[in-house]
């Protein structure tokens, strides 16, 4: 403790030289803790777009193969199915039908391959909390041969609500179709997920693959937590549940339904297996800018830790070098070699815990200011950060990992300069400092 109050008072004493090093590690705390927050940001836009547009918590979908190398990402008798995934997981607070299929949308001009999501409005409580329309209502969806498109599909395609498009695509029986169908709303962007896909009217969809009514794309099973811990537990239960119910079922593979196809239709084998994956898996093409941005985060303050570190350890060796009679005097009347080297590095210890300190707390509440003001963004990185404006949500784990880490950085950079202070001689610095 005497040790620790040496330090606290070396420090005040120099106040000047505090308040430099300590404000440019404050910043470098603030920022990786605001780019944590960015990327934590994105991590809850990638959950709540990913179970809006394109997954529930837990999917069970899969393939039906009328002949070997024809495969079709629907799962048939799905009611049946409803009642086993029922039972296996009680605590699931949904359980939503959704279509799927891949198509060439064709406008008057230009045409795009995306995915289809065939809904039922009044099903999808949660579409509505995460769409921003541009133009049109999302309650045209009830319509037969209606579909939804976002902003940049629309530009594409050169169309607007109330033009038409036509979908073009195979059924699973190997045939060619076509459906003309109404554009009733375009919908600003939502980050990458909404690049891929666009939504039909369920019923229509079902139609246009020629499918009955008791066959979907996916059943969508939602649960009281998003964390991927229990999802994946759940995930592994239900796995247990469909093979111990008779189900055939796909060895787990972590990719979107589409990246399958390929791998499936080169198996030998005719009729449905079920494909169960997690929210993630079905956006892993996207996920990876999540797992970028953190990375990118602790790289960029290690760099400046690294810049600001030397400046710290010059600064440290030329202390040691003024307060070269003090060290004296302190060996003189009895002082260890070991407290002085503990003294120094408590100073250095100090100084990045209240520094860090400060620039974390200062960190937070900007991030909560910026994301209050709710700053839209280009669409450009609009692509990148998964939203269209900037959310900033910095956790409590992360601060405090954050904390802990440039502490340890910068009481770590003081060990060199401490070494140097506990190795003089008290004769040999008394004599320096005369």
Do not use: C
């Not at 060439?104 to 509505?128: E, H, N, Q, Y």
């Amino acid at each position: 403790m005497m040790l620790l109050r040496i330090a606290l008072l070396s420090l005040w004493q120099a106040r000047r030289r505090t308040a430099a090093l300590g404000s440019a590690i404050a910043f470098v705390s603030a920022l990786l803790v605001m780019m944590l927050g960015v990327s934590e940001g994105m991590n809850q836009s990638l959950i709540e777009s990913s179970t809006t547009l394109a997954s529930g918590h837990v999917n069970v979908a899969g393939f039906f193969k009328v002949t070997a190398g024809a495969a079709a990402p629907v799962v048939t008798k799905s009611k049946a199915l409803t009642e086993v995934i029922r039972k296996a997981v009680p605590e699931a607070t949904s359980i939503v039908p959704r279509g799927r299929g891949f198509a060439k949308v064709i406008g008057d001009r230009s045409s795009m391959l995306l995915g289809l999501t065939g809904i039922t409005i009044d099903d999808d409580k949660g579409l509505a909390e995460v769409i921003r329309l541009k133009e049109g209502k999302l309650e045209d969806l009830r319509k037969p041969n209606s579909v939804l498109l976002f902003e940049d599909q629309a530009a594409t395609l050169d169309v607007r609500v109330g033009d038409a498009v036509t979908l073009s695509a195979p059924t699973p029986r190997g045939t060619n179709n076509t459906l003309d169908v109404t554009v009733v709303a375009v919908a600003r962007n939502v980050g990458m997920m909404s690049q891929f896909f666009v939504f039909v009217n369920g019923a229509s969809l079902q139609r246009f693959y020629q499918l009955n009514d008791d066959t979907t794309g996916a059943l969508q099973v939602y649960l009281p937590s998003s964390d991927l811990e229990v999802v994946k537990e759940v995930q592994g239960r239900l796995r247990e549940a469909l093979t111990a119910a008779g189900y055939q079922v796909l060895d787990d593979d972590p990719r979107a339904f589409f990246f399958k196809i390929e791998n499936v239709n080169r198996e030998g084998w005719t009729g449905q297996k079920l494909d169960i994956t997690n929210w993630h898996d079905e956006v892993n093409f996207v996920a990876w800018t999540v797992d970028l941005m953190s990375a990118l985060s602790f790289f960029l303050a290690i760099v400046l830790l690294a810049v600001i570190g030397v400046g710290i350890m010059i600064v440290m060796w030329i202390s040691v070098r003024g307060r070269t009679r003090e060290i004296g005097t302190l060996r003189a009347i009895g002082m260890q070699r070991t407290s002085v080297l503990a003294m120094f590095v408590a100073e250095g210890f100090l100084l990045g815990l209240i520094s860090t300190l400060i620039g974390t707390v200062f960190g937070v509440v900007l991030a909560f200011v910026v994301t209050a003001l709710r700053v839209p963004l280009p669409v450009e990185v609009q692509f990148v950060l998964l939203s269209e404006r900037l959310i900033i949500i910095p956790t409590a784990l992360w601060a405090l990992r954050s904390l802990g880490f440039i502490t340890a950085v910068v009481t770590a950079i003081s060990i060199g300069p401490a070494f140097l202070a506990a190795r003089m001689k008290p004769v040999s610095a008394m004599a320096h400092a005369g």
